[in-house]
Structures are given as C-alpha cells and as structure tokens.
C-alpha cells in the first residue's frame, strides 16, 4: 500500500525539521510530500535539504488550495492512502499508522484525527473553550446537514482513501476547509471515521486562526454546510 | 431634441460626460487595458443613458410605466439596482478567475516538482545544459 504524507507549510522552516524527522520515525515507508504555500522564507530550501517531494506553489492559495495540490499530486502518483499532516508541529505523527490503518483496511474512505474522541491523554491540546464551544456547535451542524459524526471537525490531521484523494483532487473547499471537506466526503457518500489522536501547541509561529477570525470561520463554514445539498458539486471542470 | 423637461444646460452637461465616459472606455479598449468583449456593457449603457439624456420623455414615460411618480427616483433606482448587478458579476468573475489561477498554481507546483524529478534522475543536469528545451 503506497501512502502519502501531504504536509502543507507556509513559511515553517523552523518546525519542518521535526515535522519531517518525527514523519520518517513514525512511519519509514511513507513518502513525504511538502506543500510549499507561496512562503517567504526557506520552507522549499529546507524541505529540499530533508529530502522530501516539493510542491511550490507560485502564489499562497491558502490551507485549501495548498492542500488540494497533495491531493493532486497523490492521485496523479497513484497512491492509495494520503494522509494530511500540518507543517507546524501540531501534530504527533506516531498517530500516523492508526489513520492509515483507518483507511486502508476498508473501515472508512475518510479518517479524522480527534483530540476528543478517545480517553482524555494528559497534557494534551485541547484548545481554548470558546474554540471547544465553536468546535462543538460545527459537529453538531455537520450531524444535523449530512449525518456525519465527527467529535473534532476543525482537524486538518486525517486520512483520505482513494476514494476520498479522488474527490478532494476534484473539489476541496478553498478556505478554512476541514469542516466543509468532511461534508464533501459525507455527502459523496464516503464513509467517515475517527481516530483519537494527541495534539500539542504549535511549535513555532502564530495560528493562521486569529480570534476575531473565528466568528468569519464559524459564519462561512456555517454558510457552507447550509448550502451544501443544494450545490451542484464542483467538477473538474473549471466555470 | 430639447425638451421641457429638464433645462438644456443639464442636458448639454450630461451629454458632455457621457461622451466623455464613452471615449474614456474606447481609449481603455484601444490600449488593451480593457477586453472587448468586457467593454460591451459599458458601451452600450452608456449609449442608452445617452439616448435618455437626449429624449428624457422616454425616462418619464417608463417610469410611469413600472410606476414611479417622479421619473428621478425612477433613475435612482435603476442606476442602483444595475450598479449592484454589475457588483455581483464581477464579484462572480473573481471567484472564477481566483479558482483558475488555484488550479494553474497547482499544476504549475506539480510541473516543477515532476520537472526537479526528471533533472535528479538524469544526474542533476542544471537547465540548459541538456535536454530537449525549446529551440531558438
């Protein structure tokens, strides 16, 4: 089974070096594809030196866009897992193998890592509770507008079957994506699933989510999941 | 021509600026700064708001018609309501052009990674050096 590790980054020279390394413990055979998002630092340079597979993206398109182009390139390449992976730390990749399990054994066609599904882990990141509040209300949409359940719907840390790769290749949402892409898949008729999995606090750098941010989130995605049965879903096509 | 019902200064204004917004979107179309086919709508608009300057009875007629009793709220609302079209279509055509330049960055990335592939398998040869570029 061919798996891929998408990780966008937009300038996180200084958190890639862990990312990468805690990638090639966790998980030996999987292949390492960096999503440079139009950074202004040494992000491409500093993934190039670790030896990974380097998508420069000419413009910053966002998490959406940088994140689509994984799942672009995974389909293109043939591969029959990919596997989202932030490039600012946040995510433990020794929960890497649980995701792919997810996936590849046919459980699911769409694994979310969740920081709320399994035990409560000490010292764990949880977020803040008026995120957890957000968090909270977006699952409840999701259930309520396309049946999904998902405890930790805001994850960018997930598996995608070829199935879900083949989808995302074709339509991902541009901005603040991982509510909407759940619904996406769920509406495709994927199968979703949860792994619990840890995170901790960033590593280097600030939240591309500022505060005042969160209410435009909230009201976009919101926006999003209400319109979603009434669009016609994006083809490859361009409009 | 005239007409009694706006003073002719006014008209003569209004004509004089029109004109000179129509010459103002030609220049831009000649210059290559504006497309044709974009210039359309602003040309003919132009054109119409032109012909009502010089007719205004067909403003007032029309106006009565949809039923406005004072013909200047009549234009109040129509330049607002086409003012708010025109918003929205280019607001259209941003979302179409953001999504076409999003899927011409992707290509573009994904070009240049397949591209540093083919150079490192063929020994790292710089650009220039090898390969079947395009000839002068």
Known sequence: ?239 | MTSDLIPFELQAISIAVLAAFLLWVLRLVRTQRLSLRDSLVWVVTTLVATMVALFPGILVRAAHVVGFQVASNAVFGAAVLYLAVNVLVNTVAGSQNAARIRRLSQECAALRAELEAARASRGGAAPGEAGPGPKP
């Open chain 1, 1 to 239: 089974m061919r798996v891929l590790a998408i990780v966008p980054a937009f300038n996180e020279e200084r958190s890639l070096p862990a990312v990468v390394s805690g990638l090639r413990r966790s998980a030996p055979s999987v292949d390492v594809c960096l999503v440079d998002d139009g950074s202004t630092d040494g992000t491409a340079d500093v993934a190039r030196s670790l030896g990974v597979t380097v998508l420069s993206l000419p413009v910053n398109l966002g998490i959406g866009g940088a994140v689509q182009t994984g799942y672009r390139w995974a389909r293109d390449h043939g591969y029959d897992v990919a596997v989202q992976v932030d490039g600012d730390g946040q995510h433990d990749a020794t929960y890497l193998p649980a995701l792919v399990d997810a996936v590849g054994a046919g459980r699911a066609a769409l694994a979310i890592g969740s920081r709320f599904a399994g035990p409560r882990i000490a010292g764990a990141f949880r977020s803040t509770w008026p995120r957890r509040a957000g968090i909270r209300y977006l699952s409840w949409m999701l259930r309520l507008r396309c049946g999904a359940r998902v405890t930790d719907p805001t994850s960018g840390f997930r598996a995608a079957g070829r199935q879900a790769i083949e989808l995302f290749a074709r339509s991902y949402p541009p901005d603040y994506p991982e509510p909407e892409s759940i619904a996406v898949a769920a509406r495709a008729g994927l199968t979703v699933t949860e792994v619990p999995v840890r995170m901790s606090e960033r590593l280097h750098g600030e939240s591309s989510i500022s505060a005042w941010r969160s209410f435009y989130y909230l009201v976009k995605v919101s926006l999003a999941l209400v319109l979603l049965p009434t669009r016609r879903p994006a083809s490859e096509e361009l409009p």
